[in-house]
């Protein structure tokens, strides 16, 4: 088998490299015309499996591999035999035949773990219940748009210790920065990546806090971000939703952040829920950044995965 990479989740990058692929979505963004003539994944299929419904992932995806010259093949679980007369890893030594590359949105995370085991290609995690590496890329991205000193930045979380949560910990860690999250009881993150988190910081001058106190996570904060109080697979955990009084992001809350701070949101969002109309439509909101971002940041990480040799040459132009 080839030697392959894969993203399950932001902690597969070095810092230095993180820091890198970010650089490298911002060049490309910025660069108009590029893609006419930079065409690294000519020739090459990436698919794309969903188990969960998307919107954000699926199409930036599907346009990013199409701009870098490949070809998107989306996959649907209830289109093919995953899971139902075929085992993940035969599935993923068979797609291997086929494609450069394969994105996987599963339920649980040790799903798009076989599936990295059984593949020659490198694998990249396009949601799991643990982890949501392309998102966090993005975020960053745009956070890195928004501010030059990120050793300076403080970003509150407010709301479920999730998926979301975990790869934003470990790529403002990796960054180097003050990470302050808000979780109710018993809503807190993995306590694994939260030690790896503080390890990275360690190394990289950041901070990861912890409090059930929204206003004190959001004092003073640059970045105030929230996602839904229930994801994707827990719909049936409808009684959650009453732990998270008290956590909603609305303009009583962030009158304590600073003065010049963003809002963002991975969306979907539950206007009136997690955060209210006044706070997601205001100047403030950087949300809909984020999404265009999705696709610039997975451009970068697709290409530093897939093709390392046009990844650099780019990178050393730029
Ligand atoms: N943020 C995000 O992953 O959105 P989708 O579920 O629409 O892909
Ligand atoms: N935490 C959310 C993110 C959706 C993009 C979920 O997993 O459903």
Not at 158 to 168: M, R
Not at 291 to 300: K, L, T
């Amino acid at each position: 088998m080839e030697s392959k990479r894969d993203l399950l989740s932001i902690d597969d990058f070095s810092p230095d490299e993180f820091k890198k692929i970010i650089d490298w979505a911002i060049s490309a963004k910025q660069d108009d015309g590029l893609f006419e003539e930079f065409m690294p994944l000519t020739g090459l299929t990436i698919g794309s499996i969903y188990e969960k419904p998307s919107t954000r992932t699926r199409v930036s995806f599907e346009v990013g591999i199409d701009k870098l010259g490949g070809n998107p093949l989306t996959l649907l679980k209830g289109d093919i035999q995953l899971g139902k007369s075929e085992s993940i890893e035969d599935t993923a030594a068979v797609l291997s035949r086929y494609l450069g590359a394969i994105t996987y949105r599963c339920f649980g995370h040790e799903d798009v773990e076989k599936l990295a085991n059984g593949s020659s290609v490198p694998v990249i995690n396009a949601l799991s219940d643990k982890h949501h590496p392309c998102q966090a890329a993005a975020d960053i991205m745009t956070i890195a748009e928004n501010f030059n000193e990120l050793s300076e930045i403080k970003v509150a979380w407010v709301g479920d210790g999730n998926n979301v949560l975990h790869d934003l910990m470990l790529g403002a860690a990796a960054l180097g920065m003050e990470i302050h999250y808000a979780v109710p009881k018993g809503f807190e993150p993995d306590e694994n990546i939260v030690s790896r988190a503080n390890d990275i910081a360690k190394n990289t001058g950041g901070s990861v806090k912890m409090t059930h106190d929204p206003i004190e996570a959001v004092k003073d904060a640059n970045v105030v971000y929230t996602d839904v109080f229930i994801s994707m697979g827990e719909e049936h955990l409808k009684d959650k939703i009453e732990a998270f009084e008290g956590f909603q992001v609305n303009e009583e809350l962030v009158a304590n952040a600073d003065s010049e701070y963003i809002f963002m949101h991975c969306l979907p969002a539950h206007r009136g829920e997690e955060v209210t109309d006044g706070v997601i439509d205001s100047k403030n909101s950087v949300v809909f950044d984020q999404a265009e971002n999705r696709m610039w940041a997975q451009m970068s990480l697709m290409t530093f995965l897939i093709h390392p040799v046009a990844w650099e040459a780019f990178a050393e132009l730029n």
